[in-house]
């Protein structure tokens, strides 16, 4: 356990559905991003927020994703109009400014299944 | 263009000695890490190298060369339970660009 959560643990999903996923970082981190992590492949970054700053977005990112982190505290994720395309596990990381090496912990991720 | 290369599988024997070679190409770099992965989990940290060279920890070693775009992690006395995926990670600013992992299979 890296002090990481994210909630649900498994979400399934009628395709054009909305879903939005929760992230709890280690609670003094300050960074906090998302990935989207597909079977065989490493993890896709989508976005990264500094504090309550979204900072950067991945260009492939459709608008169909939003995400949030009112607080600089929690984050979430929300997908609309889900497509079986979004079926994934999404992935939450933190770190904090300082560490020696800035490294991000995950959290256990979130199984998207659209059907 | 962002690239980063991994073998996609290796087999190695219980406590033998594996290296898994990473090579990347990316318009910057601001360190390298590798993480492990095992099925259905989620990474966890094993190593950073930013300056050239080899860094050490326990059974676990990497190495970096920047001028070859080039790193391997380095496995001792191999353990049933380091069958996982070795993720190579390049760190260009605050993201991490991610190579697709190397599945490592370990038989007794």
């Known amino acids: 356990d890296t002090g990481v959560s994210q909630d649900p643990r498994h979400k399934i999903t009628k395709r054009g559905q909305n879903v939005t996923f929760r992230c709890d970082p280690i609670s003094e981190h300050n960074r906090l991003y998302w990935y989207r992590q597909t079977l065989g492949q490493g993890p896709e970054f989508l976005t990264y927020?500094?504090?309550?700053?979204?900072?950067?977005k991945s260009r492939l990112l459709s608008d169909r994703f939003s995400a949030e982190r009112p607080k600089g505290s929690f984050s979430t994720l929300e997908i609309q109009r889900t497509e079986q395309g979004d079926s994934a596990m999404y992935l939450c990381?933190?770190?904090?400014?300082?560490?020696?090496?800035?490294?991000?912990?995950f959290g256990p991720g979130t199984r998207l299944t659209v059907l | 263009g962002q690239n980063i290369d991994q073998p996609t599988e290796m087999t190695a024997t219980e406590g033998a000695i594996v290296q898994i070679n990473c090579t990347y190409q990316t318009s910057g770099f601001n360190g390298l890490f590798w993480y492990q992965q095992h099925a259905g989990e989620a990474p966890t940290f094993l190593s950073y190298n930013v300056l050239d060279g080899l860094e050490e920890k326990g059974r676990f070693s990497s190495f970096l060369s920047r001028s070859k775009g080039y790193s391997y992690l380095l496995l001792k006395e191999l353990q049933m339970k380091d069958s996982a995926s070795y993720l190579c990670a390049v760190r260009a600013l605050y993201q991490l660009i991610w190579g697709a992992g190397t599945k490592l299979i370990i038989k007794p």
């Open positions: 990381a933190s770190s904090l400014d300082g560490q020696t090496y800035n490294e991000q912990f």
């Open positions: 927020f500094q504090n309550e700053a979204q900072l950067e």
